[in-house]
C-alpha cells in the first residue's frame, strides 16, 4: 500500500524520542516536528522540568515497567500541574476504558479555595496516581454490586498524560487502569497490560533459549490499527433516527451507482474531506498520535486511516484518541464520520486491521523473517508458536472481535470469514512445508518486477501477492489481524491475542528447556528446535491457507475436512469465553480471572442484547410512524388520481393495478411491522437465551421488515418519502 519508513525507533515516538523527518510540513505554515506532541507530558517535557533523579527514575518506570515509586510523584505531579496550566488546563481527569467499550473522564478543577477568599492551584501525587471516580453505572457484570460501588483509576505511567481540547476549554487526561475496590479489574487497559507482561516473560525465555536475550529486559507487543470509517453529510445524519440511535442504517434501498465502478477506491479525495483529514490529522499530531495514511477505501463515503505503530498499551490509547478525534474534527466539517461495522446494506463495511507483532526493548522485531529465513530458527519458532496458538485458540480469538455490529461484516462476502485461519504468503508457506518434512533448506525469493519500460525502475516483487481475504495474515514483518470492527476498542483482541501467544510460546520454551537441558550445543540446539518445530507445524498447519477466504468451498473445506471452528455469529462466539479452557487460559497468564473473564462474558452478551433491541425498537417505530404514513399518502394520490381519472372519462386499469399493488405492499408492511413488535415484546430473563432470541426472531423480523420498507422507498415519489437515501448520503462532495 505504501512504502516502510519505519524503524524500531518509531516505537518511542509517543514519548518523543525519536527523530522525526525533518520535511514534513503541514500547510498552515507549522512545521509536523514542531507541533508533534506539543499537547503531550513526554519525556521531553520531563526531562526539562523534573529533577534529574526524579526523571531517571521516572524513566525506569516507563521503560522497563517498573512499580512507580509514591515518593517521586509528588513531584510528578506538581511538573505535569505546571506544564498544564501553562497551556492553559484548568481542570484535570483520570482517562480510562471502561467495559462500554469507549473512554470515560470526570473533570476535576486544579484550584481549591485557599480559606482566605482566594483560591490556589493544587494537584498531589495521589491525586496523580490514584483516583475514585465512583462510576458505579459502568456495567461490570456483576462484579461490583452497586453498594459496594468503588472503583479506582491508577496511572498507568507508560502511557504520557496529555491535552484535551474542547469547547474553548483545555483539561489535563491522565491515562489509567479502572479497577474495583477488591482489585478486580473493570476497564480494558489492565487485562491488555497484564497481557503484555505476560508475553515479555514467556518470549524472554525463548530469547534466552537461543542466546539472544543479551540486554534484553523485556519484550513488548507492537501494534499498529488501520481505522476505516463512513463520512456523511452531518444534515442527513440528522434526519435518520436509525443513524442517530444505532450509528447504522436500518433502511435504505440500494442506490444505482454503488461501489460497482470501484472508482472511489484510492481515489482522490473531496477537498470537504481533505479538509477534515488534515484538521483531524494536526490535532492527532498535537496529541502524539503518529498518523501516518489517508486514503479513499472501497465503498463510496469510506475512508481510511493508518498510524505508525507503537507499543501495544500506547497503541490501544491513541487507536481511542483517534476516533474520538475524527468524530470531533468531523462535526466542525458538518460531517459526521461513522464508525459502524456495516452502516449501509449492501456495501462494504468498515474494519480495523490490528497490526502486530514482538520487540524487543532494544528494537529487534522478533517476526522480521530477515533473509535467508530457512536458517532463521528464532523467527520460525516465534512464527510456529503463533500458528500454535490461532489453531489451538481460534474460539477466544474469534470471540474477541464479536459484536451485534461486526456479525453484519464477518463472514459477509467483503469481510474476513468467521473461520479463524492463517495466511503466510508463498515464501513462508514453503518454508513450513520443508519444516514438515525434516529440515529447511532454502528461502524463496521474489526477484524483480519488469515493468516493461526502461523508464521505470525495476521494483523488487514480495514473495506473495497480498490477501485480503484473510482474517489474520502475515504481512512482510507482523501479522495483522483483520476480523476486528471498526468501532471496536482494540485494546481487547490485542489482549486476547497476546494471552494466547504467550500460552504458545510458554508451551515451546517449556518443551525445548526439558529437551536441551543445561548449555547445549549449537548443533543439539538446532536438531532440538527443528524436531519441535515439525511436530508444531504437522499439528497445527490446519489453520495455514492461502486461498481465498470469500469462496463457500473453503468455508465447507474449513469446516467438514479440517475441522476449523465457524462461530458465525456473536451469539455462538460470545459464551465460548466463558469455558473451562478459556477461563484457565487467562487464569494462568494471570491476565484475568475467572469472575473477570465470566464477567467480560456477561457483558458482552447483555451489549449484543441492548443494542439489537434498540435498533428493532427503532425500525418498529420509524416503520410506523414515518414509512406507513408515506406510504399511505402515495396511496391517497393514486387513489385520487384514479378518481380524478376516471371522471375524466380516462383508461384507470393501469393506475388500478398499481393501486392494487400498493395496497398489498402496505398490509405486508403493516403485516411486518407488526411481527417485529410481537418479537420485540417477548420477555425473556437469562440473557444468554434472549440474545438466542433476538438472532433468531428478532433479527429476521427486523430483515424481513426491510425488505418491505426498502421495496416501497423505490415505489414512493421522492417528495412524500421521509428519509435521506443511499444516493444522498453516500455521495460526499
Ligand atoms: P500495509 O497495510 O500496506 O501492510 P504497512 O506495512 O505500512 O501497510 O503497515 C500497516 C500498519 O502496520 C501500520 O499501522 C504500521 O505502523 C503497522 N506495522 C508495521 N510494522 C509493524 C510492527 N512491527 N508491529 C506492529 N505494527 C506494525
Ligand atoms: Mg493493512
Known sequence: MHARTESPNDLHLANGTAHRPETLRMNTGDSVTQT????????????????????????????????????????VAAAMKDWAIEHGATHYTHWFQPLTGTTAEKHDAF????????????????????????????????????????????????????????????????????????????????????????????????????????????????????????????????????????????????????????????????????????????????????????????????FELAPIFETANLACDHQMLVMETLKKVANRHGLQCILHEKP?????????????????????????????????????TFLCAVIRAVDLHADVLRA???????????????????????FLGDMLTDIIEQIESGSPKSTMKGGKLDLGSRMLPQIPRHTGDRNRTSPFAFTGNKFEFRAVGSSQAVAWPATVLNTIVAESLDFVATELEKSLGKNPSEAKLQQVVKGLLQKLVKQHKRVIFNGDGYDKAWHTEAEKKRKLPNLRNSVDALP???????????????????????SREHIYVEKYNKQVMIEAETAALM???????????????????????????????????????????????????????????????????????????????????????????????????????????????
Open 623 to 733: 416503520a410506523r410512524t414515518l414509512v406507513l404514513p408515506a406510504a399511505i399518502r402515495q396511496q391517497t394520490e393514486i387513489a385520487t388520481a384514479v378518481g380524478a381519472s376516471e371522471a375524466a372519462d380516462i383508461d384507470v386499469s393501469s393506475l388500478r393495478d398499481e393501486l392494487d399493488e400498493f395496497n398489498d405492499l402496505i398490509t405486508t408492511l403493516r403485516a411486518r411491522i407488526g411481527k417485529l413488535e410481537k418479537a420485540n415484546d417477548v420477555e425473556v430473563a437469562d440473557e444468554h437465551k434472549k440474545s438466542v432470541h433476538i438472532r433468531d426472531n428478532v433479527l429476521t423480523a427486523m430483515l424481513s421488515l426491510r425488505e418491505v420498507v426498502d421495496e416501497l422507498e423505490t415505489r414512493i415519489s421522492h417528495d412524500l418519502w421521509p428519509l435521506p437515501t443511499y444516493r444522498d448520503m453516500l455521495s460526499i462532495r
Open 400 to 422: 474477541s472481535v464479536a459484536s451485534a455490529n461486526n456479525d453484519h461484516r464477518l463472514g459477509a462476502n467483503e469481510a474476513p470469514p468467521a473461520i479463524m485461519s492463517i
Open 111 to 302: 484550584l481549591v479555595p485557599d480559606g482566605a477568599g482566594g483560591a490556589l492551584s493544587e494537584f498531589t501525587g495521589s491525586a496523580l496516581a490514584q483516583g475514585e471516580p465512583d462510576a458505579s453505572s459502568f456495567p461490570s457484570g456483576g462484579l461490583r454490586a452497586t453498594f459496594e460501588a468503588r472503583g479506582y483509576t491508577a496511572w498507568d505511567p507508560t502511557s504520557p498524560p496529555f491535552l484535551n481540547r474542547a469547547g474553548g476549554g483545555v483539561t489535563l487526561c491522565i491515562p489509567t487502569a479502572f479497577v474495583s475496590w477488591t482489585g478486580v479489574a473493570l476497564d480494558h487497559k489492565t487485562p491488555l497490560l497484564r497481557s503484555m507482561d505476560a508475553i515479555s516473560e514467556q518470549a524472554l525465555r525463548i530469547l534466552k533459549i537461543f542466546g539472544t536475550a543479551h540486554g534484553v529486559s523485556r519484550v513488548m507487543c507492537t501494534a499498529g490499527a488501520e481505522q476505516e470509517y463512513f463520512l456523511i453529510d452531518r444534515s442527513f445524519y440528522f434526519k435518520r433516527p436509525d443513524l442517530l440511535a444505532c450509528d447504522r442504517t436500518l433502511f435504505g434501498a440500494k442506490p444505482p451507482k454503488h461501489q460497482q465502478l470501484e472508482d472511489h477506491y484510492f481515489g482522490a479525495i473531496p477537498q470537504r474531506v481533505i479538509a477534515f483529514m488534515v484538521e483531524s490529522e494536526r490535532e492527532l499530531y498535537r496529541l502524539g498520535v503518529p498518523v501516518k495514511t489517508r486514503h479513499n477505501e472501497v465503498a463510496p463515503g469510506q
Open 344 to 380: 449501509f446494506a449492501g456495501i462494504n463495511g468498515s474494519g480495523k486491521h490490528l497490526n502486530w507483532s514482538m520487540s524487543t526493548d532494544t528494537g529487534v522485531n522478533l517476526l522480521d523473517p530477515r533473509d535467508d529465513t530457512h536458517t532463521n530458527m528464532q523467527f520460525l
Open 576 to 598: 465460548v469465553m466463558g469455558s473451562k479452557k478459556n477461563v484457565d487460559l487467562f487464569k494462568k497468564y494471570g491476565v484475568l480471572n475467572k469472575e473477570e473473564t465470566e
Open 36 to 75: 508533534f506532541g506539543a499537547d503531550v507530558f513526554n519525556e521531553r517535557v520531563m526531562r526539562q522540568r523534573l529533577p534529574k533523579d526524579v526523571y531517571k527514575r521516572i524513566q525506569r518506570t516507563i521503560k522497563h515497567a517498573e512499580p512507580l515509586d509514591p515518593e517521586i510523584a509528588d513531584v
